[in-house]
Every structure is written in structure tokens, then in C-alpha cells.
Nanobody, 120 residues
Framework: QVQLVESGGGFIQPGGSLRLSCSAS????????MGWYRQAPGKERERVAI???????NYADSVKGRFTISRDNAKNTVYLQMNSLKPEDTAVYYC??????????????WGQGTQVTVSS
């Protein structure tokens, strides 16, 4: 019954900033990892950034130094601060959450996606 709700996307000029938010509803569990993925038209979905429950982070090389992922474990909410945006950042951004269950099973949850368009 988990649902990921995203917000913060929009249209912005190169060099600008946006902050994406993703909140997980319908669950009291803290997700083992949460992250952001993106998919541009005609391209495969790629991982942008992830953050574990312990706070460890990993970024795609293309966004290092510009994007910052953060997490509020109590609220099961993940954020993506995007600075110095470039046209190549234009994509639909998806939130993803992973939850370990039992016997090695892992549940994956995806948001519906939010559009980010960087253009002059």
C-alpha cells in the first residue's frame, strides 16, 4: 500500500535550481534506500542519486557537485537539491524506494515521475 508522492519539478533556465521532494505514504517502515532516477526522451532510465538509511550517498558522475540528495528517515521523505542545472538535466525524474522484507526479499516502489525541463 506504499505510494510515493513527488513534487518540485518544473521549467527552469540553465544555471537555475530546483528541489525535488518525494514522500512515502501508507507505510510505517523506514526504507533501506531511497533515490532519484531520471529518463530523458529516447533514452534509458538512469540512476541520479541514492541515499541509504544510514546516510551514505552515491551520485551519478554527471551530477556530482551540482546535486545533493538528503533524507528524513522519520518521514520517509527524500529530497534532491539540483543546482547549476543544465539542458542535459531535462528528464522525467522518478523517486524510488527499497524495503527489505524477509528471506532476502526486497520490495521496490516507484513514484509517478515529475518533469524537469531546463531550457532558455
Amino acid at each position: 500500500q506504499v505510494q510515493l508522492v513527488e513534487s518540485g519539478g518544473g521549467f527552469i533556465q540553465p544555471g537555475g535550481s530546483l528541489r525535488l521532494s518525494c514522500s512515502a505514504s501508507g507505510s510505517i517502515y523506514r526504507f533501506d534506500s531511497m533515490g532519484w532516477y531520471r529518463q530523458a526522451p529516447g533514452k534509458e532510465r538512469e540512476r541520479v542519486a541514492i541515499i541509504t538509511i544510514s546516510g551514505f550517498k552515491n551520485y551519478a558522475d554527471s551530477v556530482k557537485g551540482r546535486f545533493t540528495i538528503s533524507r528524513d528517515n522519520a518521514k520517509n521523505t527524500v529530497y534532491l537539491q539540483m543546482n547549476s542545472l543544465k539542458p542535459e538535466d531535462t528528464a522525467v525524474y522518478y523517486c524510488k524506494a527499497l524495503l527489505s522484507r524477509t528471506q532476502g526479499l526486497i520490495d521496490s516502489y516507484w513514484g509517478q515521475g515529475t518533469q524537469v525541463t531546463v531550457s532558455s
